[in-house]
């Protein structure tokens, strides 16, 4: 049976690493980040690059969470149809938010030039309609995109022309994006962090922040040392709560779970995807796959609605692949695990701040990109230009209901109620 937490294709695939040293002193800064993944060595970066004296706090190491363990996926804009984001937030606020989370690809990609990063970068993403009724949406959206940004930034794919793309039965077209694509996450993390380090980032792994004690300053306090600063970032997504109880009944943890095949030869990888594209669909508990560089197929897939993860993630996720490609029914599945995302109930990141404290979670899936965006835009606030910051303090959020205990069944009557409306 596999380690659901540490049998990961990313981390067999990495190479080697040695974490920084836990911090064991009392020291000051003028930002302290919580959180070794995106977000936080993002916000690290781009704050140390501002000329800000910048301590970063891991629990783990560095992308232990979500960060070293998603699909990878970089799917541009928010989980949320741009025409509902205007909706929602009005036609000022929700253009000027949607062409912001767009800039998010083109700062991951220069990012990644930048820093000399080696993360298996791919450009490409498709994402396919489950429904009829979905694809006449799909649409709608394209028809949007092309006002707001231009022709040609997303290409409505018909049902005839999906297999140029990928080889699936079963949709009703999709959406192409050529300036989406895919990347190895946990590279991609650590590339970060020779980044932030390079740029005069103090980062401390094996060190979880236990307390923070506001005032004139913040005191977080680890099992060994404590930092005082100016400001404390939260970056670690589900475990805000932990740190900020008030900011963590925004978001719901949720499990997602992963298996990557054994490597197959390049004519038959190519087959699945000819696009070398990463996919994902319309279904409330979705599909997403792609293709690794070493040409495996990293699928994710299937329900699951109890934090306990299943005794064979591999015997879990396999049939959901194998509805879509049976042609793999005789490949080896090598790597089979599991994270936890942060979901809200919207589906819109929240961000903001609360005194001297700020936080960023709840990517709802789409953190692969915006991570870096609010850690680009965090130093921006903290240098005096708060504009862009403030504009994602303009979305409306609610709050799961309860605490923990009551979040979690909430949210299995709404996945339960969503998975058969899927089938319907």
Request: hydrophobic share 40%.
């Amino acid at each position: 049976m596999l380690d659901p937490l540490n049998d990961s294709y990313y981390l067999a695939s990495a190479g080697d690493y040695r974490p920084d040293e836990p911090l064991i002193a009392d020291i000051k800064a003028d930002i302290c980040i919580i959180g070794g993944g995106f977000t936080g060595l993002s916000a690290a970066v781009a704050c140390a690059e501002a000329r800000l004296d910048v301590v970063l706090l891991e629990a783990e190491h560095i992308g232990f969470a979500a960060s070293g363990r998603n699909g990878g996926q970089m799917i541009p804009g928010f989980n949320m149809a741009a025409m509902d984001l205007i909706k929602l937030v009005g036609e000022d606020v929700g253009q000027q938010l949607y062409h912001l989370a767009m800039s998010a690809r083109d700062r991951v990609h220069a990012r990644i030039e930048r820093h000399g990063i080696d993360c298996d970068l791919q450009h490409g993403h498709i994402h396919l309609a489950a429904k009829k009724s979905d694809f006449a949406y799909l649409e709608d959206e394209v028809a949007f995109s092309d006002r707001l940004l231009g022709r040609g930034e997303a290409v409505l794919v018909a049902p005839t022309d999906i297999d140029q793309y990928v080889n699936v039965a079963g949709y009703h077209g999709g959406i192409y994006v050529p300036k989406g694509g895919h990347l190895h996450p946990l590279k991609y993390a650590r590339g970060l962090k020779r980044a932030a380090k390079s740029a005069g980032a103090r980062i401390f792994e094996g060190s979880r922040a236990v307390s923070i004690r506001e005032g004139e300053k913040v005191l977080i306090r680890t099992i060994s040392g404590s930092v005082t600063a100016s400001n404390v970032f939260l970056a670690c997504d589900t475990e805000t709560g932990d740190l900020a109880t008030k900011a963590g009944r925004y978001t719901m943890p949720v499990l997602n779970y992963i298996i990557a095949t054994e490597p197959l030869r390049e004519d038959r990888a190519r087959a699945l995807i000819p696009s070398n594209a990463a996919v994902s669909d319309s279904r409330f508990v979705l599909n997403y796959f792609r293709l690794s560089a070493d040409n495996r197929l990293l699928f994710a897939g299937g329900e699951k609605y109890t934090p306990k993860p299943p005794e064979d993630i591999a015997a879990f996720v396999q049939p959901y692949m194998l509805k879509l490609f049976p042609q793999l029914a005789d490949a080896r599945i090598h790597y089979a695990w599991g994270g936890m995302v942060g979901i809200t109930v919207n589906r819109l990141p929240h961000i903001g701040r609360a005194g001297n404290t700020l936080f960023a979670h709840g990517y709802s899936g789409q953190g692969v990109l915006l991570t870096t965006l609010v850690g680009e835009l965090l130093a921006e606030l903290l240098k005096g230009d708060s504009r862009n910051f403030d504009l994602f303090e303009k979305i409306p959020h609610r709050g799961f209901p309860g605490g923990k205990l009551l979040r979690s069944p909430t949210y299995v009557v709404g996945m339960l109620y969503s998975a058969m409306m899927d089938r319907l």
